[in-house]
């Protein structure tokens, strides 16, 4: 009877050690898949701390606003060329939207450059989602211009009638040049921009509410507080174009 015992586990070992069983089970990865294309500048003129990325947000406990910190994110690595492809899987069904964005260290939003609200259909797909994202820019210059100086700041300072308020120019194509190592009009012992200096820039001091010499109130031109840090940190790291 032993015999007969040791027969048998010898032919069930041998079975186990067959190369030619086929794996049953496959791991299949949970959550919503998403591959975007993106033609993408400006990646490289954040500092250290900050990082371009594809994230996903999920909404604020009131449905109402997105959150302030990604659920998750992949940061975008610059080509040569600028074309990316990323792809982002395990992403949880909280996640309501895809953002191309700059985070933080703590993976805080510091701005969305580009976004895309997921549907009710989408977020049920088992298969991975295509997204063409287009041709875009995250330079951070590039935001100040296009979302500052364009949207609040050049309606005085260059696209009045009247020219260009105080000599300074924020339209398009001639802000950098107007400001960076350029001496201000109001106060010439300092520059519009010194790049990594705010004390010794009169956009910061003015933004601020501590340029005497100015008289209209700029402090609110800016809608929030964290507009001004982005122009701050602008200035911080260096003042650059991209």
Same mark, same amino acid.
């Given at each position: 009877?032993?015999?007969?015992?040791?027969? @048998?586990?010898?032919?069930?070992?041998?079975?186990?050690?067959?190369?030619?069983?086929?794996?049953?089970?496959?791991?299949?990865?949970?959550?919503?898949? /998403?591959? /975007?294309?993106?033609? @993408?500048? !400006?990646?490289?003129?954040?500092?250290?701390?900050?990082?371009?990325?594809?994230?996903?947000?999920?909404?604020?406990?009131?449905?109402?606003?997105?959150?302030?910190?990604?659920?998750?994110?992949?940061?975008?690595?610059?080509?040569?060329?600028?074309?990316?492809?990323?792809?982002?899987?395990?992403?949880?069904?909280?996640?309501?939207?895809?953002? $191309?964005?700059?985070?933080?260290?703590?993976?805080?939003?510091?701005?969305?450059?580009?976004?895309?609200?997921?549907?009710? %259909?989408?977020?049920?797909?088992?298969?991975?989602?295509?997204?063409?994202?287009?041709?875009?820019?995250?330079?951070?210059?590039?935001? $100040?211009?296009?979302?500052?100086? %364009?949207?609040?700041?050049?309606?005085?300072?260059?696209?009045?009638?009247? !020219?260009?308020?105080?000599?300074?120019?924020?339209?398009?194509?001639?802000?950098?040049?107007?400001?960076?190592?350029?001496?201000?009009?109001?106060?010439?012992?300092?520059?519009?921009?010194?790049?990594?200096?705010?004390?010794?820039?009169?956009?910061?001091?003015?933004?601020?509410?501590?340029?005497?010499?100015?008289?209209?109130?700029?402090?609110?031109?800016?809608?929030?507080?964290?507009?001004?840090?982005?122009?701050?940190?602008? @200035?911080?790291?260096?003042? !650059?174009?991209?």
């Amino acid at each position: 009877m032993k015999k007969f015992l040791y027969i @048998i586990s010898l032919f069930l070992l041998a079975a186990c050690d067959d190369g030619d069983i086929v794996e049953k089970y496959t791991y299949q990865q949970e959550g919503i898949k /998403v591959a /975007v294309d993106v033609n @993408i500048s !400006g990646t490289e003129s954040w500092p250290d701390g900050y990082s371009v990325t594809l994230s996903g947000f999920a909404n604020q406990k009131n449905d109402k606003d997105i959150a302030e910190y990604s659920e998750i994110s992949k940061q975008i690595i610059p080509t040569s060329n600028g074309k990316i492809h990323i792809a982002l899987g395990g992403i949880p069904q909280s996640v309501n939207y895809l953002e $191309i964005t700059v985070l933080n260290r703590i993976r805080q939003r510091t701005l969305t450059v580009w976004q895309h609200e997921l549907t009710s %259909d989408e977020k049920n797909r088992r298969d991975t989602i295509t997204i063409d994202a287009g041709t875009l820019n995250a330079g951070m210059f590039h935001y $100040i211009q296009t979302e500052y100086f %364009d949207k609040s700041c050049a309606n005085c300072h260059g696209l009045s009638e009247g !020219g260009a308020a105080a000599g300074l120019y924020l339209t398009n194509g001639k802000s950098y040049a107007a400001m960076v190592n350029a001496a201000s009009h109001k106060r010439p012992s300092i520059n519009v921009v010194t790049p990594g200096d705010t004390a010794n820039s009169a956009l910061h001091l003015l933004l601020h509410g501590r340029f005497p010499e100015v008289k209209h109130n700029h402090k609110d031109k800016l809608a929030t507080d964290h507009d001004k840090e982005i122009i701050d940190l602008w @200035i911080l790291s260096g003042a !650059g174009e991209e």
